[in-house]
């Protein structure tokens, strides 16, 4: 008998990529997706621990859907960070929810459900999976018209910033081998994909603990071959571990797009040190000069907190520089959010609330309009756009990406859905660009550079 599966997704690509996981796994159970909570057997909350925020969203949601359960009988589960983190603590202070599934346990989850259905007993699966398990592709039984995917290439980190709750929550850094990768994304393409992300804590420390001898910058070639694919793209990578091959790459692989998203956390190297980065304000402007000298077109995007332990205004100051220094097309800033058994929560010199929303209130008005100049710059060129569907905002419009990750809205036919087309670019917003489709054909190849400037 058929049943329906809610999933709730708080937090990074990771988090969602898992929820996409979660529901082709339990495709194979009979449970179909509803975006509807009301008509859902299983309710399944996935969540993030990294800020409070959104741990604190786990319990308002819990409370919002605790009727449906008294009502209609429906199964609560809790996955991904906070229910790796608080475990038994979850079902103790929760009575109404069945079920708590940590970030390694999520191919574990049709038994567990079958489990709870014969015992009618409450469940919670939080184990570190040695084994890998964990990492195996879970793929859609059929096509589901998918342009874009994510492809998860380890997972983990043993960096250990002194912030960070991953390493607690993820475990130790674990790389997938790269025949499984490679024949996922060869899958992914049959299946009509044409742009995959590669999905890791820390994706250029890539191949430690692999029988073969593999680096990320190599996994990017071989990927690069992979026929029909048009696009490539990873997140995230760490500073200290960008090598010289990984930014070759930029001018080698055709078919990485130009963009890379590269957290620096903070401009003063007196707050880098105690957040434990292993690099300096002066060697993260360093490679920024060297990714742009490879390749001029690169977009970069960045991670900074503010009000980190002992951070004080000299110090939000160097942030400042060197977020003008730069010019990222755009940042993801947030306040520094103490996390339990991290060792940053003991430092006794924590940041007041109030200086820390000033400062951050500060910095995202500065890269506002730094993101808005550079949308503008990118006025009058042509792109290339990867189509992914219709516009939200508009029934005449459809939407896509350029190789720069901006996305572009323009008229055009539904018919345009995975190919990739030249747009001239007519207007730049905050968040997107508009433009006009051209009628120029690329003679060779997407990627070639004379094509793409018209
Ligand atoms: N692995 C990535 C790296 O090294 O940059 C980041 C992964 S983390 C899940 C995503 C972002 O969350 C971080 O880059 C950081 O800016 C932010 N973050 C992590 N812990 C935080 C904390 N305790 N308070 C505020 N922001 C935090
Ligand atoms: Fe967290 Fe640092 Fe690892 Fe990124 S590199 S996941 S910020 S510990």
């Known amino acids: 008998m058929e049943k329906r599966v809610y999933i709730e997704t708080y937090g990074c690509q990771m988090n969602e990529h898992d929820s996409e996981r979660i529901l082709h796994l339990l495709e194979g159970s009979h449970y179909l997706e509803t975006k509807n909570a009301q008509e859902?057997?299983?309710?399944?909350?996935?969540?993030?621990?990294?800020?409070e925020k959104p741990e604190h969203k786990v319990y308002s949601a819990l409370g919002r859907f605790k009727w449906?359960?008294?009502?209609?009988?429906?199964?609560?589960?809790?996955?991904?960070?906070?229910?790796?983190?608080?475990?038994?603590?979850?079902?103790?202070?929760?009575?109404?929810?069945?079920?708590?599934?940590?970030?390694?346990?999520?191919?574990?989850?049709?038994?567990l459900l079958q489990k709870m259905e014969v015992s009618g007993e409450r469940v919670c699966e939080t184990g570190f999976d040695s084994a890998?398990?964990?990492?195996?592709?879970?793929?859609?039984?059929?096509?589901?018209?998918?342009?874009?995917?994510?492809?998860?290439?380890?997972?983990?980190?043993?960096?250990?910033?002194?912030?960070?709750?991953v390493p607690y929550v993820?475990?130790?850094?674990?790389?997938?081998?790269?025949?499984?990768?490679?024949?996922?994304?060869?899958?992914?393409?049959?299946?009509?994909?044409?742009?995959v992300c590669l999905l890791g804590q820390n994706v250029n420390g890539y191949g430690k603990g692999l029988k073969e001898e593999i680096r990320f910058s190599e996994l990017l070639r071989r990927i690069n071959d992979i026929d029909g694919l048009h696009r490539i793209r990873f997140t995230t990578s760490h500073p200290r571990d960008l090598s010289e091959e990984l930014i070759q790459a930029y001018s080698?692989?055709?078919?990485?797009?130009?963009?890379?998203?590269?957290?620096?956390?903070?401009?003063?190297?007196?707050?880098?040190?105690?957040?434990?980065?292993?690099?300096?304000?002066?060697?993260?402007l360093e490679k920024i000069v060297c990714l742009k000298k490879v390749c001029p077109s690169i977009?970069?995007?960045?991670?900074?907190?503010?009000?980190?332990p002992g951070e004080e205004e000299k110090d939000f100051e160097e942030t400042l520089d060197l977020?003008?220094?730069?010019?990222?097309?755009?940042?993801?800033?947030?306040?520094?959010?103490?996390?339990?058994?991290?060792?940053?929560?003991?430092?006794?010199?924590?940041?007041?609330?109030?200086?820390?929303q000033d400062r951050l209130s500060v910095l995202q008005e500065i890269q506002k309009q730094i993101t808005l100049q550079k949308n503008h710059e990118r006025e009058g060129r042509l792109e290339e756009v990867l189509v992914e569907g219709r516009s939200k905002q508009s029934l005449q419009d459809m939407t896509g990406r350029t190789r720069s990750n901006k996305i572009v809205n323009f008229e055009g036919e539904l018919a345009?859905?995975?190919?990739?087309?030249?747009?001239?670019?007519?207007?730049?917003?905050?968040?997107?660009?508009?433009?006009?489709?051209?009628?120029?054909?690329?003679?060779?190849?997407?990627?070639?550079?004379?094509c793409r400037s018209g």
């Open 40 to 51: 859902a057997d299983f309710i399944l909350i996935n969540t993030c621990s990294v800020r």
């Open 132 to 165: 890998g398990d964990y990492l195996k592709a879970v793929l859609p039984q059929e096509p589901v018209g998918k342009v874009r995917s994510y492809v998860t290439i380890m997972q983990g980190c043993d960096h250990f910033c002194s912030f960070c709750i």
């Open 299 to 308: 977009a970069v995007t960045a991670d900074v907190i503010v009000g980190f």
């Open 416 to 450: 345009l859905v995975g190919k990739l087309v030249p747009v001239e670019i007519t207007k730049a917003y905050p968040h997107s660009l508009r433009g006009g489709i051209l009628e120029v054909e690329f003679a060779c190849s997407p990627q070639c550079l004379p």
């Open 323 to 356: 977020i003008q220094k730069v010019r990222f097309d755009d940042l993801f800033s947030f306040k520094y959010s103490p996390r339990k058994g991290t060792r940053a929560a003991q430092f006794t010199d924590q940041v007041e609330e109030k200086v820390k």
């Open 252 to 284: 080698n692989l055709s078919k990485l797009c130009e963009h890379i998203h590269l957290p620096f956390q903070s401009g003063s190297d007196k707050i880098l040190q105690p957040m434990h980065r292993g690099y300096t304000k002066a060697s993260y």
């Open 68 to 111: 449906l359960k008294e009502k209609r009988g429906a199964v609560l589960g809790v996955a991904g960070c906070v229910a790796q983190q608080e475990g038994d603590r979850l079902l103790d202070r929760v009575p109404y929810l069945d079920l708590v599934i940590g970030t390694h346990a999520i191919p574990m989850l049709p038994q």
């Open 170 to 195: 993820r475990g130790r850094e674990r790389s997938r081998p790269s025949r499984e990768i490679i024949e996922e994304v060869k899958r992914l393409v049959e299946m009509g994909v044409k742009e």
